[in-house]
């Protein structure tokens, strides 16, 4: 399973093979050269898939990604000491401060995304997901947090319309906002990881962050084959097809939770509730940006079945697939045309263009 974002490794691995990866590649033949490495970053294991790159210099890349994805992690961090916890301190004392540079990009970023999906996607929201137990890499905590400790922040009412950023000038209007970048801190971590893929002349090449993927390029002119796994756990619902500069992101109420009394309680919080987010089982999403694709998973999953499609269009989404709890999958007929389901258990409903 995977972990959180925020988990910590001390010491991570790097197994290198020429071995092609089945979940990604399906069974066509090599042409080109394929590198594999593995090592562990953001909580999760990432593999970087380099093709047409002699080895050698896809030793040298896949290092320096790896070297990438640990700076990137240590300045994110919710609550380990980092930049976003110092920057957390100093909101909550209401004062006025000057960003850390390495924060600034992905906290406008969050601004603007957050704004798009109406808040849906809120990253400010980490007062209440420290109270529901997901703030933590140890075991979780059991057992849901009394209504009224969730009532108290849902009344401060946290967004990130509360900052206020003027240059490198930060300040924000709410005390109670606490930035949480997990719904996109691993997107953001991807998009710089392809664009250093393209600086460094790979035009070919995947990243996958723990089943999120980052995609250039082509498999020996065949497009990409990524796998998105049943949210029940029971093998593969589809394989969706990549091709160019492409990002799929999954949020799925199977990453994180706990069971309490026979009631599951997983880690995406609607922050209209405070509670976990009900009605979806997970949301894929296809986007040329890794940053969007990430912030707009989480929030078409709190949108749910009923406003999914909505927030799509508000958020400029063009690819969606959103599995229900009752097993149903939505999907807008582009990324139907670009999906092979796996099975035949689920109900399908095709929606609406976007
Ligand atoms: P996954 O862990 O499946 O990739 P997400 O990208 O949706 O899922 O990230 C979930 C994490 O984002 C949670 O662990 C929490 O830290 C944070 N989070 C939970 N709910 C929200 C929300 N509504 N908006 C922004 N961040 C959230
Ligand atoms: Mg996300």
């Known amino acids: 399973m995977r972990k959180p974002f925020k988990s910590v490794f001390k010491k991570s691995i790097i197994i290198s093979t020429l071995l092609a990866s089945a979940l990604?590649?399906?069974?066509?033949?090599?042409?080109?050269?394929?590198?594999?490495s593995n090592f562990l970053?953001?909580?999760?294991?990432?593999?970087?898939?380099?093709?047409?790159i002699p080895r050698e210099k896809a030793e040298k890349v896949s290092a320096l990604l790896e070297s990438d994805f640990e700076k990137m992690h240590e300045m994110w961090h919710a609550w380990q000491p980092s930049p976003v916890s110092r920057v957390n301190?100093?909101?909550?004392?209401?004062?006025?401060?000057?960003?850390?540079?390495?924060?600034?990009?992905?906290?406008?970023?969050?601004?603007?995304?957050?704004?798009?999906?109406?808040?849906?996607?809120?990253?400010?929201?980490?007062?209440?997901?420290?109270?529901?137990?997901?703030?933590?890499?140890?075991?979780?905590q059991?057992?849901?947090?009394?209504?009224?400790?969730?009532?108290?922040?849902?009344?401060?009412?946290?967004?990130?319309?509360?900052?206020?950023?003027?240059?490198?000038?930060?300040?924000?209007?709410?005390?109670?906002?606490?930035?949480?970048?997990?719904?996109?801190?691993?997107?953001?971590?991807?998009?710089?990881?392809?664009?250093?893929?393209?600086?460094?002349?790979?035009?070919?090449?995947?990243?996958?962050?723990?089943?999120d993927i980052g995609s250039i390029g082509s498999r020996d002119g065949h497009p990409w084959r990524i796998a998105v796994r049943s949210p029940s756990g029971q093998g593969l619902v589809a394989l969706i097809?990549?091709?160019?500069?492409?990002?799929?992101f999954t949020s799925g109420?199977?990453?994180r939770n706990f069971v309490w009394e026979g009631e599951t309680f997983h880690h995406i919080i609607d922050p209209r509730t405070g509670k976990p987010a009900k009605g979806t089982a997970s949301v894929t999403v296809i986007h040329p940006d890794a940053t969007t694709a990430d912030a707009a998973a989480t929030a078409l999953f709190v949108a749910g079945p009923t406003k999914w499609h909505e927030t799509a269009i508000k958020m400029g989404i063009k690819h969606v697939m959103m599995i229900d709890t009752d097993g149903t999958i939505h999907m807008n007929p582009a990324m139907a045309a670009r999906t092979d389901l796996q099975?035949?258990?689920?109900?399908?409903?095709?929606?609406?263009?976007l």
């Not at 109406?118 to 140890?138: E, M, R, T, V």
């Not at 097809?241 to 799929?248: D, L, T, Y």
């Open 24 to 36: 990604l590649l399906g069974a066509c033949e090599n042409k080109q050269p394929v590198y594999n």
């Open 41 to 52: 970053a953001f909580g999760t294991v990432m593999k970087i898939t380099l093709v047409g």
């Open 89 to 140: 301190v100093l909101i909550a004392n209401n004062e006025a401060f000057a960003s850390p540079p390495s924060l600034l990009p992905l906290l406008t970023r969050s601004i603007q995304l957050s704004e798009k999906s109406d808040h849906l996607f809120n990253p400010a929201i980490g007062h209440l997901i420290d109270l529901w137990g997901f703030q933590n890499s140890k075991a979780l």
């Open 142 to 211: 059991r057992k849901p947090p009394a209504d009224d400790e969730i009532m108290r922040l849902l009344k401060a009412n946290p967004r990130m319309s509360d900052i206020i950023v003027d240059g490198f000038h930060i300040r924000s209007n709410n005390s109670q906002v606490r930035l949480d970048f997990g719904a996109i801190g691993k997107g953001y971590g991807v998009e710089l990881a392809i664009k250093r893929l393209q600086e460094l002349d790979v035009k070919n090449a995947i990243v996958n962050a723990g089943g």
């Open 241 to 248: 097809h990549a091709s160019g500069k492409e990002s799929i």
């Open 253 to 255: 109420n199977y990453e």
């Open 343 to 353: 099975g035949s258990k689920h109900e399908v409903k095709i929606s609406k263009a």
